[in-house]
């Protein structure tokens, strides 16, 4: 909707403005247009914001905000243009797979990159952009529309969170305001398929993020308060429009009917994504939210995330003019009937603490703020249409003097907001580079690496690296420099332990780089007598909170958290490698050619694959082993024995024609519990499971609790939701101490 004309009424002693009561659609030029055109000023003024988006969100992209745990989604991309999964959710079930097969099918068109999934982001956010000024525009004409982008386009929120990290979470502000843009016109047009329209890219708003859920009740109620969508009660259209949500919507649907509740069982584990309902801690939350708002206004807690729970009132001068303008846009919003952007910002800001209480609002309320820009917008137009007419009378086109006046009251709500929010975004990125928060160095460490490295030799990584953080959110320098490496295609391993188990190295001995913190570099030299030529400077890494350190094969919590730690690229020449361990006739063997004396095999949601699998490397039957259902698993058991002399379980896994599949191994005492769990890609040569290919697997008895005690039985359990292909295992055993 645009604002209302004004009509000008002759009145003894002076001229009267007189303010209709209900505001026409759009001015009479927009409103003859079909809905699918656009006139060539549009068309500039759209890829012109465009533009403007990319450019200011294309500084420091990769660098800061530094890598979060965006990662695991963009991993979980990865395995789809591997064709390893094609899942129903995401890489969480209780959000979609959109996002994860969009990352797949960039992956496809333009190869696996680094850059490849905030480039992604990057655009999202600038056609973010323009949907919001095409809202706006419908809302309340051109003005409105360009305050309404303007807004969006210098808000820092916007610009390091939902511009450049590669959340699935990042799409939902985008698809929302989409929504409520083919809602309006929808409702404007009397289009029935535009409505229709509305409900599928809703369904995909929330497959984005459940919390998306809370504009539904906004849209609903907009529609019901307009007469055209009351009429529409009596038509197929709202029917068919929710279809098209569920339809959106319907791969989550299918996964909760193949395994119920299991979306919300892990969303609840997600206090900022799924809270449990407490009056007094929602009422908390809510009335916290305008604070945090306002930062987010006045671009203060420019942050990824700012994850701060009790954020001072700012005391930035702009803060009181920017917040009465908001107001005012509402109390006008109100007054001109413009339910669809009001009652979409109402359900997002009063629903949003049901769901958002660990975080207070932060990305989560996101969505909130197109709309209300939007409104911003369409009070300013308003301003704008009175003044142009009072201004106008008796002329044929204002003056220049005239388009000066009505500059004036547009330049305020577009400039005063950029005015406060490019300087901080300039102020974030330096103090983000003069803190280490920043990806920049450790990403330049890892591509050093790999270009150091011979064609087919892996980088080897220190598992210490899991207790080095490259940020505050998620991600340590393991998981950061494991992506580099995936997304370059470079094959890796993992120094186990502080061991180098990968075997071959020792039969076929070739030179190695390893990037290796001071601690296991120490280590190597000082027990293993190793060679090590350094071949880069020190990269200093901040060390996060031990609550944010996730994945750490050792379970080692480093002293001196927060504060820099240095890494470095070394080379290992060939003479330097241990020998090979010699077989010992003391390893107990569970898995030859066929199972020991008194072991036996059962599962829970898996079969055994009667076809004849690979041989292993020592020519040994392999077992194959399928995986039917969610978390299923396969369970070896016999005789209860003792681990007293024996240091590690040991195996050959062969991924099948699938590879990085998250096994699990488990030992299970008398009593049939397991004693600890382990994922076996920590303790895996190359780092993981591998398609076509035979890799060895070494953990020791001390990571699965089981040093000097009873087990009874071996648990193989698959981490993934779906079915998975066959895997094969080999050589399962018991091994002492290697010597030296």
């Known amino acids: 909707m645009s604002t209302q004309p004004v009509d000008i009424a002759p009145k003894t002693g002076g001229i009267v403005l007189q303010m209709p009561h209900r505001p026409v659609m759009a001015t009479p030029g927009e409103r003859q247009a079909p809905w699918w055109q656009v006139s060539p000023f549009d068309v500039v003024l759209v890829l012109g914001m465009f533009v403007a988006a990319l450019l200011l969100r294309l500084p420091m992209l990769l660098e800061a905000p530094a890598f979060t745990d965006e990662m695991i989604e963009v991993l979980f991309g990865l395995k789809i243009y591997r064709a390893e999964t094609f899942p129903l959710t995401g890489a969480d079930t209780y959000y979609g797979p959109l996002w994860a097969y969009i990352l797949a099918a960039a992956f496809w068109v333009f190869g696996p990159s680094p850059e490849l999934p905030r480039a992604i982001v990057l655009v999202t956010g600038s056609l973010a952009v323009v949907i919001t000024y095409l809202f706006g525009r419908e809302i309340g004409g051109r003005v409105a529309g360009v305050v309404a982008a303007s807004m969006l386009l210098t808000a820092p929120w916007h610009v390091l969170t939902h511009s450049r990290v590669a959340w699935s979470h990042t799409l939902t502000p985008l698809l929302m305001t989409l929504a409520l843009l083919l809602l309006a016109r929808a409702l404007k047009r009397e289009g029935g398929w535009l409505l229709v329209g509305a409900g599928l890219v809703l369904g995909l708003a929330v497959q984005s993020h459940p919390t998306a859920v809370v504009v539904l009740p906004g849209m609903a109620l907009a529609t019901l308060l307009h007469p055209r969508g009351r009429r529409w009660l009596r038509t197929p259209w709202p029917y068919l429009a929710g279809l098209a949500a569920v339809l959106a919507y319907s791969p989550i649907i299918a996964y909760n009917l193949l395994y119920p509740g299991g979306s919300l069982a892990e969303g609840r584990q997600r206090t900022y994504a799924v809270a449990d309902l407490e009056s007094a801690r929602y009422l908390a939350t809510l009335a916290y939210l305008p604070v945090r708002m ?13 994850e701060i729970h009790h954020l001072p009132w700012p005391s930035d001068p702009a803060t009181v003019p920017l917040g009465l303008l908001v107001l005012a846009a509402i109390g006008y919003a109100i007054w001109a009937r413009l339910w669809v952007p009001l009652f979409a910002a109402t359900s997002v800001i009063v629903l949003i603490p ?69 300087p901080r975004l300039s102020e974030y990125y330096a103090d983000a580079v003069a803190r280490g928060e920043t990806s920049g160095p450790l990403v330049q460490l890892v591509e050093q690496a790999i270009a150091l490295s011979p064609p ?18 998620g991600a340590s320098s393991l998981t950061v420099a494991q992506y580099i490496l995936a997304t370059n295609r470079a094959p890796h391993g993992l120094l ?14 070739r030179p190695a780089v390893l990037i290796l913190t001071p601690e296991t570099r120490d280590h190597l030299r000082s027990a293993y007598r190793l060679v090590l030529e350094r071949a880069s400077d020190d990269v200093e890494v901040r060390v996060p909170a031990a609550s944010l350190i996730r994945n750490i094969p050792t379970r080692e919590i480093l002293p001196g958290l927060d504060t820099p730690r240095p890494l470095a690229i070394y080379w290992a020449q060939p003479v330097a490698w241990p020998a090979a361990p010699t077989p010992d006739e003391a390893t107990l063997k569970i898995l030859g050619d066929d199972l020991a004396a008194g072991w036996q095999i059962t599962g829970w949601r898996s079969s055994v694959d009667q076809r004849p699998g690979p041989a292993a490397p020592n020519g040994a039957r392999s077992l194959g082993l399928h995986f039917d259902g969610p978390y299923g698993g396969h369970l070896l058991y016999g005789p209860t024995f003792s681990t007293r002399g024996y240091a590690r379980l040991e195996l050959d896994v062969h991924g099948g024609w ?48 089981a040093v000097d005690r009873e087990v009874r039985s071996i648990q193989l359990l698959m981490g993934l939701r779906d079915a998975t292909p066959s895997i094969y295992v080999a050589n399962i055993r018991f091994t002492p101490a290697r010597p030296g």
């Open 496 to 509: 186990v332990d502080n061991l180098v188990t990968a075997e071959w190295l020792s039969t076929a001995p």
């Open 456 to 473: 087919g030799q892996p980088v080897l990584l220190d598992e210490r690296l899991a207790t080095y953080g490259a940020t505050y959110i």
């Open 354 to 422: 049901l769901f958002s209480y660990e975080y207070n609002g932060g990305r989560y309320v996101a969505p909130a703020w197109p709309p209300l820009y939007a409104l911003v917008g369409a009070l300013i137009a308003a301003g704008t249409t009175r003044v142009s007419a009072a201004l106008g009378r008796g002329k044929t086109a204002p003056s220049l003097v005239d388009r000066g006046l009505i500059a004036l009251l547009v330049a305020p709500a577009v400039v005063l907001p950029a005015s406060q929010t490019l």
């Open 294 to 306: 306002l930062h987010d206004l006045v671009g203060i807690a420019v942050g990824p995330v700012q």
């Open 658 to 705: 699938a590879s990085n599949q998250p096994l699990r191994v488990a030992l299970r005492d008398p009593d049939n519990e397991n004693i600890v769990q382990v994922q076996v890609d920590g303790y895996t040569e190359w780092g993981g499971i591998g398609e076509g290919a035979w890799r060895r697997v070494s953990i020791p008895l001390d990571a699965l609790g």
